[in-house]
């Protein structure tokens, strides 16, 4: 009897152990968790300052995300479709430009975005 008594304890032991085990790890608290998601309130249009040819873009919100301008040109000679996009991603602040390659004209601008 004294061996079935200690097993049963044992048991009750691990079984409590594991329970607290669970139960601590659902209830420790998460801490400053940053969540980045995509930016919002964003526009495009084109920019054609002195001539030259391209597109910037700006978002209201960065929620943690990044944006750039993107924007497709048309060659002048040729009537071929390029499509480029701005080199840096911007998070907030200043707009975002890209430019159409020489010989060329912008045709439509737009925006990319991405959450980190």
């Known amino acids: 009897m ?3 008594w200690s097993a049963l304890v044992s048991a009750g032991f691990i079984a ?3 329970m607290g085990f669970q139960g601590a790890a659902a209830a420790a608290p998460a801490g ?3 969540v980045k ?3 919002t309130g964003c526009s495009a249009q084109i920019f054609n300052p002195d001539g030259q040819q391209g597109a910037t873009a700006k978002c209201n919100k960065s929620n943690g995300g990044h944006y750039k301008a993107i924007v497709v040109c048309k060659r002048l000679l040729t009537g071929e479709l390029i499509d480029r996009e701005a080199g840096v991603w911007k998070s907030g ?3 975002s430009i890209v430019w159409c390659p020489p010989e060329s004209a912008s045709l439509t601008a737009g925006f990319m975005t991405k959450a980190s």
């Open 2 to 4: 004294k061996k079935h």
């Open 93 to 95: 602040g200043s707009p």
């Open 16 to 18: 409590a152990s594991v």
């Open 32 to 34: 400053p968790v940053a």
């Open 37 to 39: 998601a995509h930016p």
